[in-house]
């Protein structure tokens, strides 16, 4: 009862801060939003207001709000987002804990936990516990669509990594019938330019480029190095680094981890 009624207090201070989101104004919306967080406790509703925090001034500011709340307020949300934002800092540790935080709380509808989870897995470079990971979610039916389409891109690249060629041309193939993804075209470059279809390849690293660039170097990188093409693999991470240089260094040591594992 109490909670319905915290809920409905801040409703006004939701519905006018979420007026200034719609109408791009996240500075106006941000003082609101934080009211409507401290009268209703939602998790939904301070994700929202770090959001706007982070558009504003930056994810150093939100970060710090974040574990401000969660030592006073913890919720999933709140957690998950904290988590992500040290993630992109490279604190890893903090992530971890945000994570383990998270998880005591309980599962968040937007499926941040999960993607917080999946982030952190693949930084640990762990692919043994990663694959199962992805497995176990790809049976799931709560999924959302962006943790799905991430899974599902980890699990066509790693078939095409393992050199279980007829899976990586089956869930690139499956990605491509729910979305025109990066990932998805890339492993159908790798497999038409190893079979010797340079029409077909070619096609397809133009729609992944144009589904995202930085993606289809990252992802190409890998890619190329699967089927052995080391000399593309190294262009791909040389344009990357002029462009992203952090992601350069994630595939890079992503792809270190690769033969160290192999060897």
Known sequence: MIRLLRKLFALPFIWLGQLAVMLQQPGPAIPLLRMAWRISGEGRIGLTALVQVFRVYGREASSAEARQWMQKHPRTEVAAWAGLLALDSKRLEDARQMLDRGLQLGRDREGMLDMLQLRVMLVEGDTDRLRQFCRDMEARRDATPQVSKTILSFLAMDALEGGRFD?????????????DSAAAHVVLWALATRD????????????????????????????????????????CLAELHETRPEFAEGMEERLARRREQQA
């Open 167 to 179: 899976e990586a041309r089956r869930r690139a193939s499956f990605l491509l019938q729910v979305e």
């Open 196 to 235: 010797g279809r340079e029409d077909v390849a070619a096609r397809h690293l133009r729609r992944a480029s144009a589904c995202d660039r930085l993606e289809c170097l990252s992802q190409q990188a890998v890619a190329a190095d699967a089927i052995g093409d080391t000399e593309q693999s190294r262009r």
